[in-house]
């Protein structure tokens, strides 16, 4: 598959709250077909910025995005761009998993129902929970609570509602934080065969994580004032083992963070 | 007990044991004594409910010793203190109900739209004054409101209905419904706050606008905590006693026009129990059939409510 197409591109993007700067000029192009990790410290901005990638923030108040997003060529913070829009094709998936108290399957076409899409809805979400690796484990009891579901699925359950509304980027805001060994290691055979299709983003604290998963990394700090940046960026593999910059490779092997 | 379970080896010196002993008895002591004025207090309401309870029922036997119970449940006049006397409690119960009914139908969209703009829509320092200025109206004395409706809104609802009696169900229930809306809001506002950010962060990220979360995702999870407020808010208007009995009027009809006269189940009691009719006679009894046939519908709305937000509370 053709990997060198970026999907997603920031240039000299910089996140305020209020006056408080959270990003600084970080600029990076993510691969379509791949998985970009985003790895760094607490507190350096990772999960900031994965939301930049949606408009998320748009949503704490306060929060002012300068620079830009291009998504397929187009800045998604552009006069004019509907926020509903992008993030209705640029899903998320977050930290605890956070199914609606509804059925299983009211879960999965919430997506496609407020946006309008409603023909064919069980064909869609049967799809969707084929995807997310969960129909053989749920397809016989679609109508029951989404909160009757482990951990485990229900973070793949929120994976299905992404992918149900066919996005072309994934971000993933350390999805396997909230799970046990086993479910992380289904989350993560299941980004691997996700990525054939889609660009995904996934932010992660854990290292052999980052490792194991992604194509390219980048890893980010904390400055002195706090506003978090990024020091390095490149394919995973050159990350981990030959790191171009000292902090990257102090990091890395564990001497701080 | 805690003290009970010490190990005196893990005090170093024998003398401040002891001391530290007594201090320890004095304080179990004083907790005994806390202990059993908390449990006197908590028995003052217990009691008093109780109490009410069965004056309500003893003088309610006595009252259909007199009535039967057919003609007070499914008579359609209520003419007590009147010849021919007719005991069917039905006119009051459809005013009370009437009342109640447009006071909801007031108070359940504005209050819930409130609830909805101050959980969802409102910015931080917007929702800081509206609330408590929207608790404000929980406060004014109903008996403002009882004159407000009175004095001020059936004049202007003249206009609009020409034959509408000066005391009537409408004005009353508006104004009503007016008193109950904080009730409404603020309490379903709780509910709706409650509702974790995760699950509006997991709505925005599928592309919900902030109608669809408010309404498929905040509203629906915070069900159980909506319906017991618009409930309190029903069992606070069929009680509410004031407003009707200054503004309602007091001729009990069976009717479903809000522009006719009427009388609640507590205009009726509040007239009787100012009025001289003479105590032990059936006409004084009714009050006591009445009150209580009150007492045991919102008793039966706040048991609804409680089972309803047992049943339908998310767990998120």
Redesign the interface.
Same mark, same amino acid.
């Given at each position: 598959m053709e990997s060198n197409i970026a999907s997603l591109e920031a240039r000299r993007l910089e996140l305020w709250y209020g006056r408080f700067q959270a990003l600084r000029d970080i600029s990076m192009v993510i691969p379509r077909n791949r998985i970009t990790a985003i790895i760094g410290p607490s507190g350096c901005g990772k999960s900031s910025l994965l939301r930049c990638f949606?408009r998320?923030n748009d $949503?704490i108040?306060g929060a002012i995005v300068k620079g830009e997003v291009l998504f397929n060529g187009r800045n998604i913070y552009a006069a004019g761009v509907d926020p509903?829009?992008v993030?209705?094709?640029i899903?998320?998936v977050?930290q605890?998993p956070?199914?609606?108290?509804?059925s299983i399957f009211e879960n999965v076409a919430?997506?496609l129902?407020?946006?309008g899409i409603t023909d064919n809805l069980e064909e869609a979400v049967e799809q969707a929970l084929h995807r997310a690796a969960l129909w053989d484990e749920v397809k016989d009891r679609l109508l029951k609570s989404a909160?009757e579901l482990s951990g485990g699925q229900q973070q793949r359950l929120?994976i299905a509602?992404?992918l149900a $509304?066919k996005p072309e980027v994934i971000l993933m805001d350390e999805p396997c934080s909230a799970l046990d060994p086993v479910a992380t290691l289904k989350v993560e055979d299941l980004m691997r065969n996700l990525a054939e299709e889609y660009a995904i983003i996934i932010v992660t604290h854990n290292m052999q994580q980052a490792a194991r998963v992604s194509d390219m990394a980048a890893f980010m700090m904390m400055q002195e004032d706090r506003a978090g940046a990024l020091v390095e960026y490149g394919p995973t593999s050159q990350l981990f083992t030959n790191p171009k910059d000292k902090r990257t490779e102090d990091y890395i092997t564990g001497r701080f963070g | 007990m805690l003290s009970g379970q010490l190990n005196p080896q893990e005090f170093p010196v024998g003398e401040s044991f002891s001391s530290l002993r007594r201090i320890r008895q004095w304080s179990r002591l004083r907790e005994a004594v806390i202990n059993r004025l908390l449990f006197a207090c908590a028995l003052v309401s217990i009691f008093t409910t109780i109490g009410i309870v069965v004056m309500l029922v003893a003088q309610t036997v006595g009252f259909f010793s007199k009535v039967s119970p057919l003609e007070f449940f499914t008579g359609t006049k209520w003419t007590p203190l009147f010849q021919p006397q007719h005991f069917g409690v039905l006119p009051l119960v459809g005013g009370t109900l009437l009342t109640a009914g447009i006071a909801i139908l007031i108070a359940l969209p504005i209050g819930l739209a409130s609830a909805v703009y101050l959980s969802e829509y409102a910015r931080d320092k917007v929702r800081r004054v509206v609330k408590p200025s929207l608790e404000i109206l929980a406060g004014i004395p109903t008996v403002v409101y009882g004159y407000f409706a009175l004095t001020f809104v059936t004049p202007v609802l003249r206009n609009v209905f020409p034959n509408m009696i000066v005391f009537n169900a409408l004005s009353a229930g508006l104004v009503m419904g007016v008193m109950i809306i904080p009730m409404v809001s603020s309490l379903s506002e709780d509910a709706m706050v409650a509702v974790p950010r995760s699950l509006r962060d997991a709505a925005y990220g599928l592309g919900a606008t902030r109608l669809e979360v408010a309404t498929r995702v905040v509203m629906p999870a915070a069900v159980s905590g909506i319906v017991a407020a618009c409930i309190l808010a029903l069992s606070r208007a069929v009680g509410e006693t004031m407003i009707v009995a200054i503004a309602a009027g007091s001729t009990p009809k069976l009717t479903l026009n809000p522009l006719e006269s009427i009388q609640t189940m507590t205009a009726y009691i509040v007239q009787i129990s100012l009025g001289e009719t003479p105590h032990g006679t059936v006409e004084y009894y009714t009050i006591f059939a009445v009150g209580l046939l009150l007492f045991i519908m919102t008793l039966l709305m706040n048991l609804f409510s409680q089972w309803f937000v047992r049943r339908y509370r998310e767990k998120y």
């Amino acid at each position: 598959m053709e990997s060198n197409i970026a999907s997603l591109e920031a240039r000299r993007l910089e996140l305020w709250y209020g006056r408080f700067q959270a990003l600084r000029d970080i600029s990076m192009v993510i691969p379509r077909n791949r998985i970009t990790a985003i790895i760094g410290p607490s507190g350096c901005g990772k999960s900031s910025l994965l939301r930049c990638f949606n408009r998320m923030n748009d $949503l704490i108040p306060g929060a002012i995005v300068k620079g830009e997003v291009l998504f397929n060529g187009r800045n998604i913070y552009a006069a004019g761009v509907d926020p509903t829009e992008v993030r209705y094709r640029i899903g998320m998936v977050f930290q605890k998993p956070n199914p609606f108290p509804k059925s299983i399957f009211e879960n999965v076409a919430f997506g496609l129902k407020v946006n309008g899409i409603t023909d064919n809805l069980e064909e869609a979400v049967e799809q969707a929970l084929h995807r997310a690796a969960l129909w053989d484990e749920v397809k016989d009891r679609l109508l029951k609570s989404a909160m009757e579901l482990s951990g485990g699925q229900q973070q793949r359950l929120c994976i299905a509602r992404a992918l149900a $509304l066919k996005p072309e980027v994934i971000l993933m805001d350390e999805p396997c934080s909230a799970l046990d060994p086993v479910a992380t290691l289904k989350v993560e055979d299941l980004m691997r065969n996700l990525a054939e299709e889609y660009a995904i983003i996934i932010v992660t604290h854990n290292m052999q994580q980052a490792a194991r998963v992604s194509d390219m990394a980048a890893f980010m700090m904390m400055q002195e004032d706090r506003a978090g940046a990024l020091v390095e960026y490149g394919p995973t593999s050159q990350l981990f083992t030959n790191p171009k910059d000292k902090r990257t490779e102090d990091y890395i092997t564990g001497r701080f963070g | 007990m805690l003290s009970g379970q010490l190990n005196p080896q893990e005090f170093p010196v024998g003398e401040s044991f002891s001391s530290l002993r007594r201090i320890r008895q004095w304080s179990r002591l004083r907790e005994a004594v806390i202990n059993r004025l908390l449990f006197a207090c908590a028995l003052v309401s217990i009691f008093t409910t109780i109490g009410i309870v069965v004056m309500l029922v003893a003088q309610t036997v006595g009252f259909f010793s007199k009535v039967s119970p057919l003609e007070f449940f499914t008579g359609t006049k209520w003419t007590p203190l009147f010849q021919p006397q007719h005991f069917g409690v039905l006119p009051l119960v459809g005013g009370t109900l009437l009342t109640a009914g447009i006071a909801i139908l007031i108070a359940l969209p504005i209050g819930l739209a409130s609830a909805v703009y101050l959980s969802e829509y409102a910015r931080d320092k917007v929702r800081r004054v509206v609330k408590p200025s929207l608790e404000i109206l929980a406060g004014i004395p109903t008996v403002v409101y009882g004159y407000f409706a009175l004095t001020f809104v059936t004049p202007v609802l003249r206009n609009v209905f020409p034959n509408m009696i000066v005391f009537n169900a409408l004005s009353a229930g508006l104004v009503m419904g007016v008193m109950i809306i904080p009730m409404v809001s603020s309490l379903s506002e709780d509910a709706m706050v409650a509702v974790p950010r995760s699950l509006r962060d997991a709505a925005y990220g599928l592309g919900a606008t902030r109608l669809e979360v408010a309404t498929r995702v905040v509203m629906p999870a915070a069900v159980s905590g909506i319906v017991a407020a618009c409930i309190l808010a029903l069992s606070r208007a069929v009680g509410e006693t004031m407003i009707v009995a200054i503004a309602a009027g007091s001729t009990p009809k069976l009717t479903l026009n809000p522009l006719e006269s009427i009388q609640t189940m507590t205009a009726y009691i509040v007239q009787i129990s100012l009025g001289e009719t003479p105590h032990g006679t059936v006409e004084y009894y009714t009050i006591f059939a009445v009150g209580l046939l009150l007492f045991i519908m919102t008793l039966l709305m706040n048991l609804f409510s409680q089972w309803f937000v047992r049943r339908y509370r998310e767990k998120y």
